[in-house]
């Protein structure tokens, strides 16, 4: 018996094969090092669901956490389906299933939100207590306002999760925070990277007077609050204007005029696109601010079309440094030896918080709690 929700099941889509068993993997880690899961000691029910786990784990070892993949089945006209085994019962299952929108395929993003969408209604047509969808990238993120005659997409993309059966989305540095209320029963668990990042920075680059933090625009300065606080840094925040004809351009871009010279410039953002955000604030505080070294940290490298050129050149011209991003957008590792490439695994957070909200605990703890 697992908690209130039933068994825990990790079922995988198209793309999601490799992210769900790296998240397996840590929840097994995890559960064989039953002290670095945070439990309130008091709470009984949320202790018992946890001895429960451990012990479906142990007991079964790989087969305590199932593993199920939820195959496309391609049609000649385009059409197709998602299939789960009918052998394996989801009935009353506390179920995370796992599809990446973005990965360095773009040709097919579209398509991987349609099986997404229709492999929700298998997984809850199979009757599974509660179905939690764990995307770290949410589709259609940056579409979260509506300007005229323009769809508010990333609220159409809520619509249909929770109306095809999703009860909960689990994700990472969404875009918009507002977008967690655009559902009418379903729920986000919305992780954050910046701890992974604060203790990278720490390690690798420096902190308070040795560093400047770097908000390239008005939305990055949202997030910066809480690494000026843990890094106690000086904060500078741009200003950008992107050009609204082509939405990829940027027309204005300026940094206050403050003086970086012998510190490390750090450019915090949530994602990165085709890097002129980056790139463009890299050269203005490396050419005009003095800084030292720039480095850029990104939580989404969706990185399309030339934007991997485009970092090796500012590298090689010598006013970039570095970039660190999380894993949360799918690339084939032999394609990534860049020296200036870093990326963090993120699969432990999501296995902490998977194993949260299976038991009962809390995910938002996890920021607090959990620094490793
Ligand atoms: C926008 O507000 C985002 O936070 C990023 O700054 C933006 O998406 C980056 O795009 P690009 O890399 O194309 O400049």
Redesign the pocket.
Known sequence: MGSIHGSLKLIYGSSGEWRAKNVKKAILDLCNNKDKIWVPEDDYAVVNNLENLIEAITNKGDEGLPLIEAKRIDFGDGEFKVAIDNRISLRDSDVFYFLDIHTNDYSRLSKRVLESQIGLDTISGAKASRVTYVVPLFPYA?QERRTGHEPQSARAMVRMYETLGADSIMTMDL?APTITGFGTCMDFEHLKIRELFIDYIKKNIGEGDDIVLCA??A??GKITGYYVRNLNCELITGF?RRNLSSI?E?DIFDLPNIDCSGKKAIII????????????AAKKLYMERGAEQVFAF?THP??PGN?FNNFSNAYSEGYFHGLVVGDTVYRDPVGLKYKWFTTIDTSKRFAQAIIQKHIGGSVELLHYKDRT
Request: glycine fraction near 12%; avoid cysteine; proline fraction near 4%.
């Open positions: 940056r875009h390239p625009d939305g990055a950008k990829d940027i953002d949530d994602l990165i696109s085709t890097g002129g955000t980056m790139l463009k990104a969706v990185m934007a």
